[in-house]
């Protein structure tokens, strides 16, 4: 998808090229045309600069901006979905996949930062959607928890270092761990949205609960119509109806479920602290190289 945020840096496409014409057809005809024509070159210019401005994220890199929560949706026990007004109707939020943003709240004084990976897509305008699982403790979802509607919170990004590139790898291995799936899922959409991308996927999600695995009918809606995408769940508190796999994500799983490590294959992982240090260290057992690696 285009980057909107540098039109403005790249003038080449609808000022510098009309700019030329127009002064080489004044040298051409005559420089006692030259006042029309700076006149005319004003007026391109303008334009070009208002169509800029009127397509421009609202969201910017660095520059923290405020964003009003317009709804809030409980999926699953302490898990919801967010959704944040864009500046116009037809705005799109533009970020490249596996990016994410930074949210901040001010709370006695001191910024808590911290990131969230929009869920909505390049198809969603006029707003973005995150998807926060809650702790107890929390110190930013819990102020998340207690916003209403009309609210607002700050937000800037995107913020990322994942450089995602159709067919990157010709089988793409995803390993997430609870609210993890949000990049994950940004991957996944962006594969299966592109035509040109004929990346296969195989997708392994761990829980604690058959209950908190988040956005499970999505998933399983876009594996339904995807036969390229593989997905595997685990659990590590499974009742006795549960058909699929037990315990953390360990090495048995990964040579069973994840691509061969055969270096045109990739392995994308996102959980929370341990389980990617867990996950480092048995991927690099199984000679996974680093470069075949990305841990968000
Ligand atoms: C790149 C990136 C993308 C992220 N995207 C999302 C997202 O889309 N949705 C989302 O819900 N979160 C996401 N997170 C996690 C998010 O940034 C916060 O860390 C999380 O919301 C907790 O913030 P908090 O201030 O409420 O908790 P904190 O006050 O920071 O932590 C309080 C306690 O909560 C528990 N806790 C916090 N985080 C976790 C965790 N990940 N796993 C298990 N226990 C935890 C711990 O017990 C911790 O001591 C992402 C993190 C990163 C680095």
Redesign the pocket.
């Known amino acids: 998808m285009e980057d909107k945020r540098h039109l403005l840096k790249q003038p080449l496409h609808g000022i510098y090229i009309p700019i030329l014409l127009i002064l080489g057809g004044t040298l051409i005809f005559g420089v006692e045309y030259l006042p029309y024509s700076i006149a005319f070159i004003v007026i391109v210019c303008s334009t070009q600069i208002f169509l800029a401005l009127k397509r421009a994220s609202s969201m910017h890199k660095t520059k923290w901006q405020d964003f009003e929560l317009i709804d809030k949706t409980i999926i699953a026990p302490m898990t919801s979905i967010y959704r944040f007004k864009l500046a116009r109707d037809d705005e799109v939020l533009d970020i490249p996949t596996g990016h994410?943003l930074a949210c901040c709240f001010t709370i006695n004084g001191k910024d808590?930062v911290?990131?969230?990976?929009p869920i909505s897509n390049q198809f969603d305008a006029g707003f973005f959607d995150?998807?926060?699982?809650?702790?107890e403790?929390?110190?930013?979802?819990?102020r998340l928890a207690q916003l209403a509607e009309g609210q607002t919170v700050k937000f800037r990004g995107p913020v990322?270092n994942l450089d995602y590139q159709p067919n990157m790898a010709k089988e793409l291995g995803l390993i997430a761990g609870?609210?993890?799936i949000?990049?994950i899922l940004q991957v996944i959409t962006s594969i299966i949205t592109n035509p040109d991308d004929h990346t296969k996927i195989s997708l392994l999600f761990a829980n604690e609960t058959e209950k908190d695995i988040l956005l499970r009918a999505e998933i399983d809606e876009i594996a339904s119509r995807y036969p390229d995408l593989k997905v595997q769940y685990t659990v590590t508190r499974p009742t006795d109806s549960w058909k699929g796999s037990v315990g953390y994500v360990n090495k048995e799983m990964i040579e069973k479920f994840m691509p061969e490590n055969n270096g045109a294959n990739r392995i994308f992982i996102?959980g929370?602290p341990e389980m990617k240090k867990s996950l480092a260290k048995i991927t690099e057992e199984l000679g996974w190289q680093k470069d075949s690696l990305f841990l968000?």
């Open positions: 994410h808590e911290r990131y969230y990976s995150i998807l926060v699982k809650h702790y403790k929390g110190v930013v979802t819990r990322g609870g609210s993890g949000t990049p996102c929370p968000f």
